[in-house]
């Protein structure tokens, strides 16, 4: 499940699987919480941005539910990503995947076939928000893998559909579809 660079390692959609059900399984702890608590709204609100009321979405150790929703979407970005690459590229043999700032190895995503393929990935109302695409175009436009994607969760392009409007340097540019 994960190596020992703290990465999640997908061989198949099973992997996928597996690790979405463990998403979905944070995501109802806090359900449960929100919804086995009768408090007043900000009272509420309060507990939800600054204590740790809410899960790891795959680890599970303790964090404020703000960091659970960014996070709970980042890494839902990051399988949704990998169950296309795996279709894409079976040649890969497989791919390593650590979404987000403590990231453990270079990209959001990489083959285990080294130099075969890099992916940034992220979650966002739009695109363009704080210039994260501009961003992870950047970041991959001196990368050596012969297959560069940017891909993103965005409802404002629902659906896997590749973008050729913001591709550029051979960088392809997806919308994922969410699960």
């Keep these: 499940m ?10 198949n959609v099973s992997d996928i699987e597996r690790y979405v059900d463990l998403v979905r399984d944070a995501a109802a702890n806090v359900q449960r919480y929100i919804t086995g608590h009768d408090l007043d709204a900000l ?10 009321r809410g899960f790891h979405p795959i680890s599970g150790h303790a964090l404020n539910v703000m960091e659970q929703i960014n996070q709970t979407w980042t890494f839902l970005a990051a399988l949704s990503a990998t169950r296309h690459l795996l279709e894409m590229h079976p ?22 076939n080294p130099g075969l393929v890099g992916a940034e990935i992220f979650a ?12 992870d175009l950047q970041k991959l436009t001196n990368r050596k893998e012969q297959f560069r994607y940017v891909f993103f969760l965005s409802p404002r392009f629902p659906g896997f ?10 960088i392809e540019v997806w919308s994922l579809d969410a699960f």
């Design 161 to 170: 559909t590749r973008l050729q409007q913001f591709e550029r340097n051979g």
């Design 43 to 52: 009272e509420l609100l309060f507990l939800l941005k600054f204590e740790a």
């Design 91 to 112: 040649e890969a043999e497989g791919f390593l995947l650590a979404p987000g700032a403590n990231a453990s190895i270079e990209l959001d995503i990489m083959s285990c």
């Design 124 to 135: 966002a109302v739009d695109p363009k928000n704080n210039k994260k695409l501009e961003t």
């Design 2 to 11: 994960k190596n020992g660079s703290g990465c999640l390692q997908v061989y």
